[in-house]
Each structure stands twice: as structure tokens, then as C-alpha cells.
């Protein structure tokens, strides 16, 4: 490849040679960057917030708690017209007037369990582990708490150094000793609500499979030989015995890595970041945002449509919150919506993620701290009083319209550029985030 002066005039072939060797994408790097000199991007503005949307019941429901829907009892039927869950029962729990049918949480989660088999459950598992084990942004959250936890943060940043994500710890036991893996959580919280469905509806069948997941080029084969361990896993072997579905069988494809860029502080054009930890010609390798899954698993999902699947999770590994959600998948099905997402009440520990607004367009937006809306402008709103619903990085789709639009949506996705002060140095990263969907 030849340098490209109009994108980086300093890129030579030992520099392209080194983006190589670290796994680089360079043609997709070199299409971003070159995207963004032209101004390209300059459409993705950031999120100026109008509102917060309120608690409605219309398309914002309070699962919380009691859970009341009331919909015509023939949109109900019609909507669940599917095999396995028109002779379910629940359709006769409370007439709520003439023609109308009130779900409670019993009957919604009943039909969501129903709903299992034409689920598939997926894991966005590219990332490293660097921010665990990031000094100087544990440190900066909170120097005197990091100071007391210094020799202790030593400790398991040995163990997660440069380790995917989702195959660190995801928990410390009381005694010191490290706990499970995320993955291995997210494989049995699958495996436990497979069982309840067995259960339930004295079925033998295989719902909720098969899995997905997005690897990185990076810790794809890590992953896969951790997946091979977790047969003798405690937390997964019995349920996988009394199942009989093999959970560790996934299917998967490997997102592409690109490169850094300079921070915003060396100004425009952006070039590729070659000073990673201090050393020049040292290019830093980061996924592309979890946004990418659009375009990675774009056949997968066209795959798990044809074989009869109408609904698919997406979520983080490290989302301990991230599990099936049986009165969400109810509701989707019953209101015939495009997708539905999972939010929390926003905390002081939440720097980072996505939170549900009102744009100036009034329309209900997600959109990151940092990359699509400032820190400041969230304390601005929260200054008011209103408190900030923060996305629990939790999606629920219907795949028929995925796989209708994904085209469109993989065009249409917002391309974020964040400034980063990390161990690292100081860089921006580029990326696609799912939840702007």
C-alpha cells in the first residue's frame, strides 16, 4: 500500500508494516480517518437535549415492580399467533373491559418463557479488559479510594493485563479468591432460564439456542480456548448435563480492530495515534464500537431468521445486569415493536454508557457520555432536578426488522470520536455505538 498523504502525511511503510503487525484494519482505519478529515461525520453532532422522557406506559414501562399492560384482546391473540403460544392460558387472566385484556407480570412472564424458541441470546465480547486495569482512570475516579486498594489493584491487574473482558473475573470473592468469568455468567444465566423453561412446559426442547457472539481479531482464539475449559466450569457442566444443550457451542465472527487517532488537542487533520505508551511509531489497536456487530453479524442474523428465530438479545459481556428479561420479550411481542431496551436510574458510578433523552428533533434518543452528549450537559439537566434514565446496555430486537433494514442501518449509525487520557497516553477512538440504533 502507498502512503497517503491527503489522510496521514507522515505514514510510511514501516508504519503501515506495524498497524499490520498489530492487527490493524488498515484500509477500514484508513477509510475512517479519511471520512473524518472530509467532514464526512460532521452530521453525528452531539445530542443537544431538549427533555428527559417520563415513565409512560406507552414506550417507557416501569418493570420494576407490578407490571399492568391493557391491550384489545384481539391484537393480543394476533400478535401471539405463534406456534406454542396460542394455547397458553394467559390470554384468559383479566378481561379488562368489553374487549380489552390486562397482562400482570404472572401472564406476561409466562408468554415471554413461551417465547423462548424464537429467541437467540447475544454477547458482544470484542473488548479487552484495559480499562479494569487502567491506573490513571481507577485513580482519577477517586485518588484516595485507589490509594488504600493500591496493592490490591496491583494484584488482579496482573491477572486481567491485556486478557479479554470477558473472560477476566467479574467478581471478587470475601475471601480474596477471584469468582467466575462474565462468560461464563452469561452461559449460565442462558442454561438456568433454559431449565425453567423445561420445566415449566415439560418440554425436552432447546429454546433460546442457538447463541451468538462478536470476538475481536485480538482475543478471538483466547476466547474460544476459555470456552473449551468452561466443559469442567462448577457453574456450567451439571446444567449443561441436565439440559442438554451445549451452551459453549457458539456461533461467531470477528469484528475488525482499527487504530487510534490523535487527541483533538493536536487539532485538525486527525492522523493515526503512533505514540501508545510512550513509544513512537506505536500504534494503539480498539475495536470499533459495538455498533460494528450490525455489520459483523449481519449474516449471522439473516442466518438465525431463516432457521425460524424472530427475536435476538444484544448485549456486553461485563453487563452483569444483562440477562433474559421474559416480561421484556412479552411486551415486545404484544406491542409489535422494532426493539426495546433496558434503563436504570443514573448514579454517580455511571461515567460511562448511554442515557435516554429528548432531542431538539423531540424524538427519544440514546446517546453516549463523552462521544454524543458532554459530561457538562448531563449536569446541566440533573441540575434541574430530573433524574437521567442510563441505558443498562440491554437490547432486544425484533430480527425481522433487523435483518429488513440492516443495510440501512449499518450506513446510518453514528460514527463517535472520544477523547482519551488513559495509560496509553492521550488519543481519541472511534466508534459505532449499538444503542444509537
Known amino acids: 500500500m502507498k502512503k497517503n498523504k491527503a489522510v496521514n502525511p507522515d505514514l510510511n511503510e514501516k508504519m503501515l508494516s506495524r498497524l499490520k503487525k498489530q492487527g490493524i484494519d488498515v484500509n477500514l482505519t484508513l477509510s475512517i480517518l479519511g471520512n473524518y478529515n472530509a ?12 427533555d428527559l422522557p417520563a415513565i ?20 393480543a391473540e394476533k400478535a401471539l399467533a405463534y406456534e406454542g403460544v396460542k394455547s397458553l392460558q ?14 400482570n407480570r404472572q401472564s406476561l412472564t409466562r408468554i415471554g418463557m413461551s417465547l423462548y424458541p424464537l429467541l437467540s441470546y447475544g454477547i458482544l465480547n470484542g473488548g479487552s479488559a484495559s480499562s479494569y486495569v487502567d491506573k490513571k482512570k481507577n485513580r482519577d475516579y477517586n485518588p484516595q479510594l485507589f490509594s488504600l486498594y493500591e496493592s490490591e489493584f496491583i494484584k488482579f491487574e496482573k491477572i486481567a493485563r491485556n486478557k479479554a473482558k470477558g473472560i477476566v473475573p ?22 438456568i432460564e433454559i431449565v425453567k423453561y423445561q420445566q415449566l412446559f415439560e418440554k ?15 482475543n478471538d482464539e483466547e476466547i474460544h480456548q476459555s470456552l473449551k475449559r468452561y466443559a469442567g466450569s462448577p457453574y456450567l457442566k451439571d446444567l449443561i448435563r441436565e439440559t442438554g444443550v451445549n ?21 485538525k487533520p486527525r492522523k493515526i495515534f503512533f505514540e501508545a505508551f510512550g513509544k513512537k511509531q506505536n500504534p494503539l489497536p480498539m475495536p470499533g464500537g459495538h455498533g460494528q456487530n450490525f455489520a459483523v453479524l449481519k449474516e449471522i442474523y439473516r442466518e438465525l431468521y431463516a432457521m425460524g428465530k424472530r427475536y435476538i438479545y444484544l448485549g456486553n459481556v461485563d453487563n452483569l445486569g444483562y440477562t433474559i428479561n421474559p416480561v421484556c420479550l412479552a411486551l415486545l411481542a404484544l406491542t409489535g415493536r422494532q426493539g426495546a431496551f433496558e434503563f436504570a436510574y443514573r448514579t454517580r458510578v455511571d461515567i460511562k454508557g448511554g442515557i435516554l433523552v429528548i432531542d431538539r428533533d423531540d424524538r427519544i434518543n440514546c446517546v453516549d457520555i463523552g462521544s454524543g452528549i458532554t459530561r457538562e450537559e448531563i449536569i446541566r439537566v440533573e441540575n ?18 433487523l435483518t429488513n433494514n440492516i443495510d440501512d442501518i449499518i450506513t446510518n449509525l453514528p460514527m463517535r470520536f472520544s477523547d482519551q487520557h488513559k495509560d496509553a497516553g492521550k ?11
Open 39 to 50: 467532514g464526512k461525520y460532521d452530521r453525528f453532532t452531539p445530542v443537544e437535549v431538549k
Open 56 to 75: 409512560d406506559g406507552e414506550t417507557i414501562y416501569d418493570i420494576t415492580d407490578d407490571v399492568s399492560f391493557v391491550m384489545d384482546r384481539k391484537d
Open 90 to 103: 394467559v390470554l384468559n387472566t383479566i378481561q379488562a373491559g368489553n374487549d380489552r385484556i390486562e397482562f
Open 170 to 191: 467479574a467478581y471478587i470473592n470475601s475471601n480474596g479468591l477471584c469468582g467466575a468469568s462474565f462468560m461464563e455468567l452469561k452461559l449460565r444465566s442462558i442454561l
Open 204 to 218: 425436552k426442547e432447546k429454546p433460546l439456542w442457538p447463541c451468538f457472539q462478536m470476538t475481536s481479531i485480538y
Open 247 to 267: 451452551v459453549l457451542d457458539m456461533r461467531s465472527r470477528i469484528q475488525p480492530l482499527i487504530a487510534a487517532y490523535t487527541h483533538s488537542c493536536e487539532g
Open 384 to 401: 434541574k432536578g430530573k433524574k437521567i434514565l442510563f441505558n443498562c446496555a440491554t437490547g432486544l430486537f425484533n430480527l425481522e426488522y
Open 427 to 437: 488519543y481519541s477512538q472511534a466508534e459505532q455505538i449499538t444503542w444509537e440504533i
